[in-house]
T-cell receptor
Framework: DGGITQSPKYLFRKEGQNVTLSCEQN?????MYWYRQDPGQGLRLIYY???????QKGDIAEGYSVSREKKESFPLTVTSAQKNPTAFYLC????????????FGEGSRLTVL | AQTVTQSQPEMSVQEAETVTLSCTYD???????LFWYKQPPSRQMILVIR??????QNATENRFSVNFQKAAKSFSLKISDSQLGDTAMYFC??????????FGKGTSLLVTP
């Protein structure tokens, strides 16, 4: 089945460690996105990529980094510079600039101890 | 930048009744799209309904319908014949072509027996 796979689903890390969240899609979508979800805050955009080898910062990019070496993959690294990394992270993709609808993965819950 | 406001953090409704969730947005674009997403306890984001701004007719999907008031920049979601499975967070979102979705902070809906 086509879809978006995020891994791991749950991740625990010590403070000061970098961690990478995986996002893979087999929908042949051009654009991919990372959102962060905190209680009462809705979804906030971290980074997005509309084509391979190109990406742009979203509203809360500080302390995060991404790469887009393949169309199918858009990993997110949460660096030690991110002051409050504990959150739920959602990856999404979109076919193009048509309807604007996003398709989401199941999310990754990161807890920093 | 587009902003989306959901003024009802929590709502409840009895099974089989009708409930309306409010959403207002702010955009300077002429061509944009509006969405309602549902996030059940599993945290999987599910598209409920979509509205193209250039279409005057309100979108409907089975028990879900919207009241789109373009001049007032209002986009409310009506759920008819509420079911226990409708219990979830509901997010309103807006998008202009070629960019990401902007989300509201969400409304937590509880459907009671």
């Amino acid at each position: 089945d086509g879809g978006i796979t995020q891994s791991p689903k749950y991740l625990f890390r010590k403070e000061g460690q970098n961690v990478t969240l995986s996002c893979e899609q087999n929908l042949n979508h051009d654009a991919m996105y990372w959102y962060r979800q905190d209680p009462g805050q809705g979804l906030r955009l971290i980074y997005y990529s509309q084509i391979v080898n190109d990406f742009q910062k979203g509203d809360i990019a500080e302390g995060y980094s991404v790469s887009r070496e393949k169309k199918e993959s858009f990993p997110l690294t949460v660096t030690s510079a991110q002051k409050n990394p504990t959150a739920f992270y959602l990856c999404a993709s979109r076919a193009g600039a048509g309807t604007g609808e996003l398709f989401f993965g199941e999310g990754s819950r990161l807890t920093v101890l | 930048a587009q902003t989306v406001t959901q003024s009802q953090p929590e709502m409840s409704v009895q099974e089989a009744e009708t409930v309306t969730l409010s959403c207002t947005y702010d955009t300077s674009e002429n061509n944009y799209y509006l969405f309602w997403y549902k996030q059940p306890p599993s945290r999987q984001m599910i598209l409920v309904i979509r509205q193209e701004a250039y279409k005057q007719q309100n979108a409907t999907e089975n028990r879900f319908s919207v009241n789109f008031q373009k001049a007032a920049k209002s986009f409310s979601l009506k759920i008819s014949d509420s079911q226990l499975g409708d219990t979830a967070m509901y997010f309103c979102a807006s998008s202009n072509s070629g960019y990401a979705l902007n989300f509201g902070k969400g409304t937590s809906l509880l459907v009671t027996p």
